[in-house]
């Protein structure tokens, strides 16, 4: 299967300051991906959909000048998390879809193995 | 909306058991996928299975197997033979076939118990 790599796994930041997350497919094109936050045992909750080259578009309630996203190549989204605060501390997972699929169904998204983040 | 229903938060089974998870969806669509996702302790995400609306046939991938049933909007996850690797929180996700993104159900939290 396609591997999608994130970085950090783990950050911890001070309050007030900015922290980005990278999401990076190894092995294929994305023309979509995806940012999603987690609660403990809670399931995921799209933060916001980006595709190449273009804006990201947020979900209802997200805040997109806190959340910064970027999709400035095919294989290669940041998420920043600006100004920070306690309760921006989260479990963070982004996913990726294939570009141009030989068979449809196969446009599954594939996900990176996500970012704790805490601030303090 | 589509909306996707996990009806019981947690389940357990005794290793090499058979236990079935449940899921229910929403959706006015006629074209879409459905998948199960695992996710371990280590919160990878890990798609266990997956199901074309289009398809009679249910899917199955070793000892992991759906019962799809279109027409009541229910696809249900069966384990055979559960393994203690098995343990983890299991999503249902829908997607339609014109969407981008997945839609996930809340979960169930699965103890393989020895």
């Known amino acids: 299967g396609a591997v999608v790599s994130q970085h950090p796994s783990w950050v911890i930041c001070k309050s007030g300051t900015s922290v980005k997350i990278e999401c990076r497919s190894l092995?294929?094109?994305?023309?979509?991906m995806f940012w999603y936050r987690q609660f403990p045992k809670q399931s995921l909750m799209l933060m916001a959909t980006?595709?190449?080259?273009?804006?990201?578009?947020?979900e209802q309630g997200v805040e997109k000048d806190k959340f910064l996203i970027n999709h400035a190549s095919l294989t290669l989204s940041t998420l920043t998390v600006t100004s920070a605060h306690p309760e921006d501390s989260s479990f963070y997972i982004c996913?990726?879809?294939?570009?141009?699929?030989?068979?449809?169904?196969?446009?599954?998204?594939?996900f990176g193995q996500g970012t704790r983040l805490t601030v303090v | 909306a589509q909306t996707v229903t996990q009806s019981q938060p947690e389940m357990s089974v005794q290793e090499a058991e058979t236990v079935t998870l449940s899921c229910t969806y929403d959706?006015?669509?006629?074209?879409?996928?459905l998948f199960w996702y695992k996710q371990p302790p280590s919160r990878q995400m890990i798609l266990v299975i997956r199901?074309?609306?289009?398809?009679?046939q249910n899917a199955t991938e070793n000892r992991f197997s759906v019962n799809f049933q279109k027409a009541a909007k229910s696809f249900s996850l069966k384990i055979s033979d559960s393994q203690l690797g098995d343990a983890a929180m299991y999503f249902c996700?829908?997607?339609?076939?014109?969407?981008?993104?997945?839609?996930f159900g809340s979960g169930t939290q699965l103890t393989v118990l020895p």
């Open positions: 980006s595709n190449e080259g273009s804006k990201a578009t947020y």
């Open positions: 092995d294929f094109q994305a023309t979509t």
């Open positions: 996700a829908y997607r339609s076939g014109s969407a981008r993104q997945l839609t």
């Open positions: 959706t006015s669509e006629s074209d879409y996928y």
């Open positions: 199901q074309e609306a289009y398809k009679q």
């Open positions: 996913s990726a879809r294939e570009r141009g699929p030989r068979v449809r169904w196969l446009a599954e998204a594939f």
